[in-house]
């Protein structure tokens, strides 16, 4: 029968000794796996993605500006977005905003974008791999 806590110096009727790991401490909750060993194949090619990294500025009118966005994510660079034009106090251009954001989000969703606000009039949109 294997006991969840035993006693410094208490040996199992295995006859295991008591070295007991860091892991093996937390009883139930002691991690299934090993954490993963990084692959150096894929970093070899991440840092190769990263030779062709562009930040690109793009002036946010309408969402007829999306498939571009969505284009540079797919491409691996990053885009700065003006919303000056649309963030100007106004309900109706307020939503038409709200709106544009929601569809980059939605769009570039499947390569995990992130989106942040950099200031009121500027937003950053990039790649998984880019970390902010």
Known sequence: ????????????SSGETAGISPDSRLGVFSPISEPPQPDPVRECKRLAELDEIFI???SLTSLDDVPFI???????????LDI???NDG????HLELKRIIERIRGETRS?????AL???????????????
Do not use: H
Request: aromatic residues 10%; glycine residues 6%; positive net charge.
């Open 1 to 12: 029968m294997r006991f969840l806590f035993k006693r410094k110096g208490e040996e199992s």
């Open 56 to 58: 690109r500025s793009k």
């Open 70 to 80: 969505v284009d540079q994510i797919r491409n691996g660079n990053i885009v700065l």
């Open 84 to 86: 000056g034009r649309l």
């Open 90 to 93: 106004r309900e109706q251009t």
């Open 111 to 115: 390569y995990r974008a992130d989106i």
């Open 118 to 132: 950099v200031n009121d009039s500027t937003v950053i949109v990039a790649p998984s791999f880019v970390r902010f």
